[in-house]
């Protein structure tokens, strides 16, 4: 950034009253910071104190011509060595007649001041006071960066609008941290300053001043967002508080609107459902059938009768076909099956796998559980008659139950099957049941819930329907 | 129960089901189907390439497979939370029935997308648009084939 050729015109000239070192015209000798009239031009390649790094220094104000800014940063030569070589220089004409110049020191410890200036300048002083201030640890920050930028912004170029006290670009903080973490509240200035070159635009200012001074706020709230103000900077003028930015957008995400035990949307409260149901594990089909009647079960050979007319059966869990004289179990219904297969669906459920009539009798003897199965006329504890009595509907077959029981077999059922009965209203079914749940208690009342997969999702849509949402047009 | 998961897959491989294609997610791994299924013609999701995943549990037959949408489907019975589940009907885990087939669940799968039940829904705005102004459910439904059903 030193590269840029210096003004033809200009001297590099050095103060000995304040040390102030600045480039500027030789005749007019006198220094524009403490009004000293000791004043040295410095010829090229010497340092008035004798210092090489002042002499860098010197060099790279060459381009002060161009940018005011363009020397600030002294220490990309390398870390001060002396105390009166960490020299910082700006200057820049803001016009006919005007001419401002900054020039500052920085000493070894941590918050060294200005020990050339600081009973000179005023502005210096000031500026001196509030960093020390904002280097205190704790310190709020509302309002302290921007209170800098206002302080700087007498560098502003002459065509610039009036000092902006809210300009979004600077942030010092982590200028400071990154590059010079050691030292005081001088390289807090200088790094504010070389941030400068983004003049803030005209056109926004309305905005970021209110936003600006918001995030102020929010600055003095969360002293991270403070520090990270380079990074939130930016943001800030695209339109947004992080934190305030976030709980909306977490609030109006319907993929994320829930949070803890309260839900936003009514995605979200099906999603609990759905979750709720699936940790139950219960079901809407009839229980186990008892071990002792399953075993109980009688066999049978497979004979040509139960082979029918194609001369081939196979068994309706295992997809095996039986051949004759392999032995299957019969079940009340007189529906057969290889006795392993059923035995392994009855210990679940109490169905047979074609018509839904179970095993158990409906009415249990006085002692207990039965341990037998019951008769083919007695009455099944769990029935589901399909439409035409003892039909095995196929693989085809589609069932729609109508239950006006509470699954106990209890009420009239009805099997519709075919596929033209699809599109039969079914939410009778689950509003019967759910109530029917609630109302009859007992087991029903656990296996309400249905298990599996999206079944939650149903009953979402059931407790939706009941409530009276259902309006998705917000989620569109 | 391998072998019969074994069986109706091959059944399916020689004769697939209307418009479906049914493949292993991953070669070695029986009880992962993928579907491809071609929107049926007449509906709002014909001309569209359709993603089912079916799970087969390792209880199956005992308990029913499970199926979830991988291409968003504008449907009354699926679900439009990412997952889109689909369960009604004998897809039920309390109305399944070990002598129901794969086949037959398929099958009931390409039914629903041509008549959906709109009232067993997962979502009910969808079902009651279905059932109340059936022309913008096409067109939504149309829109959604186009947008993410891309064969």
Redesign the interface.
């Known amino acids: 950034m030193s590269g840029q050729p210096g003004r033809p015109d200009a001297e590099m000239l050095f103060c000995h009253q304040c040390e102030n070192e600045w480039r500027g015209n030789p005749t007019a000798l006198r220094c524009p910071h403490c009004d000293s009239e000791f004043v040295e031009v410095v010829e090229n390649g010497r340092n008035p104190r004798d210092d090489p790094t002042a002499d860098e220094t010197g060099l790279s104000s060459n381009s002060l011509a161009h940018h005011p800014l363009h020397n600030i940063h002294p220490w990309a030569h390398g870390p001060p060595n002396s105390e009166d070589g960490n020299i910082e220089h700006v200057e820049w004409n803001a016009g006919p007649g005007i001419r401002f110049s900054r020039t500052s020191y920085r000493s070894s410890s941590p918050h060294g001041g200005f020990p050339g200036d600081r009973g000179n300048d005023p502005i210096a002083s000031l500026l001196q006071n509030m960093f020390d201030t904002m280097q205190q640890p704790g310190m709020p920050r509302a309002g302290i960066p921007r209170g800098s930028n206002a302080m700087q912004n007498p560098f502003s170029q002459p065509h610039q609008q009036a000092p902006w006290p809210w300009q979004p670009h600077a942030h010092p903080f982590p200028e400071r941290q990154n590059h010079h973490p050691g030292y005081g509240g001088r390289n807090t200035y200088t790094s504010t300053t070389r941030l400068w070159p983004s003049p803030p635009s005209s056109t926004n200012h309305g905005n970021n001043h209110l936003q600006d001074l918001l995030q102020a706020l929010f600055q003095g709230m969360d002293h991270t967002t403070g520090s990270n103000g380079a990074e939130a900077g930016p943001h800030v003028g695209s339109g947004g508080f992080p934190g305030l930015h976030q709980f909306f957008a977490s609030v109006l995400n319907p ?1 994320n609107a829930a949070h803890g035990d309260v839900v936003y949307s009514q ?1 979200a409260l ?2 609990i459902i ?1 979750q709720f149901m699936e940790q139950h594990n219960g ?3 009839p229980g186990p059938a008892s071990p002792a009647a399953i075993s109980a079960l009688p066999t049978k050979k497979v004979d040509e009768e139960l082979l029918g007319s194609d001369g081939k059966a196979e068994c ?5 076909n039986v051949e004759l004289g392999d032995e299957v179990t019969l079940l009340p219904c007189q529906h057969w099956f290889h006795g392993d ?1 059923i035995g ?2 009855l210990k ?1 459920h109490d ?1 047979c ?2 018509c ?1 009539q179970g095993i158990m009798p409906k009415d249990p003897p006085s002692n207990g559980e039965a341990t037998s199965p019951r008769a083919p006329g007695q009455e099944p504890r769990n029935s589901l008659p399909p439409l035409s009595p003892g039909a ?1 509907p196929g ?7 109508y239950q006006s029981g509470n699954g106990h077999g209890a009420g009239p059922t009805t099997t519709f099957r075919s ?1 033209q009965d ?2 039969i ?6 509003r019967r049941r759910s109530s029917a749940s609630r109302s009859s208690g007992g087991r029903n009342g656990g ?1 309400g819930s ?6 939650g ?2 009953i ?2 059931w407790v ?2 009941h409530l009276g ?5 917000s ?2 | 129960m391998t072998k019969r998961i074994t069986k109706e897959f091959a059944d399916l491989q020689t004769e697939p089901p209307e418009d479906m294609k049914v493949d292993l997610i991953t070669e070695n791994d029986l009880f992962k189907w993928v579907v491809t299924i071609n929107g049926p013609k007449d509906t709002p999701y014909a001309g569209g390439l359709f993603l089912v995943h079916v799970i087969l549990p390792n209880e199956y037959p005992f308990k029913p497979p499970v199926i979830n949408w991988k291409t968003k489907i504008y449907h009354p019975n699926v679900t439009n939370d990412g997952k889109g589940t689909m369960c009604l009907g004998f897809l039920r885990d309390g109305e399944w029935k070990p002598s129901s087939r794969m086949a037959a669940a398929l099958e009931y799968v390409r039914q629903l997308m041509i008549e959906p039940v709109p009232d067993d829904a997962v979502d009910p705005a969808i079902a009651e648009e279905y059932k109340n102004n059936r022309k913008q459910f096409f067109k939504t439904a149309k829109q959604w084939t186009t947008t993410y059903a891309k064969p």
């Open positions: 993929a995605e099906d999603r759905s079901s809407s089909a309706s869990v295992c997809m095996d297969c392994a669906w679940e169905t796998p074609h839904r095995d693989p085809g077959g589609f069932h729609f139950r596929q699809l599109p209203p079914r939410p009778r079914t689950e296996e249905s298990g599996g997969g999206g079944i999702g149903a979402g849509g939706r329907n949402g259902g309006d998705r047009s989620g569109r």
